[in-house]
């Protein structure tokens, strides 16, 4: 989704549903920051935000891979029994144009994203929210602005992935056709329901460039919806067919979700993606060590 994304989902909307689901089915849509990497041009200072139209952030706004910087009192993450994690991405909450999101993100310091990559264990270890002893193999952590911070090498058996600058752009993102938030909109309903209509999910489907790197926003699944995923997981893993999971689905917002990359040789699964989301009233206390994760790939 580049170029006036809104636009562009706008009028697939109107063309493809009726009126008033159509406005409705807008309603749903969440601004997101979409990761790219920083081209050269785009690592001169710049003027910060950017806009849905497409216009590049001409500021890097975080790195994928390299190595931490870290505060001396903080160890670097390990899952216990099983080994250190790897570091995915750093993201300066200062650089990030997050006055455009509808979350309460930082407007500074630094939010730095491990995981369990299988680098250690050949990938025996999967980390899955409905696998409690597995959650310490995905981290999310959060160093203030102002904190004296040194790089951090990588302990042994642990190949730092290359580093890979990002800039970022606000961009408009659509929910999962089957996301909790279409059901509580538009429930019940049926099979025939327009928005499962053939013709919109073809022309949704061909209007995406595929997943990315992202901040904010509604998630873009590989699979099914994440936010189920990570509901379940905070619930229990009760049954699917528990009521309570689409409930508690809906009190979940993504955070960051990170691509497989290749300029980074960053490859989750078959060409996947690491999900991390978190409950706004976390964010909002910067309890960034409650966040969930979740992964998919195809």
Do not use: N
């Given at each position: 989704m580049t170029h006036s994304t809104a636009d562009a989902l706008h009028f697939l909307a109107r063309e493809h549903l009726p009126h008033d689901i159509a406005e409705r089915w807008i309603g749903l849509m969440r601004p997101g920051l979409r990761l790219e990497r920083a081209v050269a041009a785009d690592t001169d200072e710049?003027?910060?935000?950017?806009?849905?139209?497409?216009?590049?952030?001409?500021t890097v706004v975080g790195r994928l891979g390299g190595l931490p910087e870290l505060p001396?009192?903080?160890?670097?993450p390990e899952w216990e029994g099983h080994g250190p994690l790897s570091i995915v991405a750093s993201l300066d909450c200062g650089a990030l144009p997050s006055a455009a999101l509808d979350i309460d993100l930082p407007t500074e310091g630094t939010l730095v994203f491990f995981y369990f990559d299988g680098q250690l264990d050949d990938g025996v270890a999967v980390v899955a929210p409905d696998e409690p002893e597995s959650w310490a193999g995905a981290r999310v952590l959060y160093v203030p602005a102002g904190v004296p911070v040194a790089e951090r090498a990588a302990p042994e058996g642990i190949e730092p992935y290359p580093e890979v600058p990002l800039?970022?752009?606000?961009?408009?993102?659509?929910?999962?056709?089957?996301?909790?938030?279409?059901?509580?909109?538009?429930?019940?309903?049926?099979?025939?329901?327009?928005?499962?209509?053939?013709?919109f999910q073809d022309a949704m489907w061909d209007h995406s460039e595929g997943t990315e790197h992202?901040?904010?926003?509604?998630?873009?699944?590989v699979q099914d919806e994440v936010e189920a995923e990570v509901a379940r997981g905070a619930l229990g893993s009760p049954p699917w067919d528990d009521p309570r999971i689409k409930e508690e689905a809906l009190r979940w917002t993504l955070l960051a979700q990170f691509d497989s990359d290749d300029d980074a040789d960053m490859m989750w699964g078959d060409c996947g993606v690491l999900y991390w989301l978190i409950r706004p009233e976390d964010l909002a206390e910067r309890h960034f060590d409650r966040a969930m994760f979740t992964w998919q790939c195809g």
């Open positions: 710049g003027t910060g935000g950017g806009t849905d139209g497409g216009t590049a952030v001409r001396e009192s903080e160890r670097w800039s970022a752009r606000v961009e408009t993102t659509a929910p999962y056709l089957w996301h909790p938030v279409v059901y509580r909109e538009f429930g019940p309903m049926d099979d025939d329901h327009p928005v499962w209509g053939e013709g992202r901040v904010g926003g509604h998630a873009d699944p």
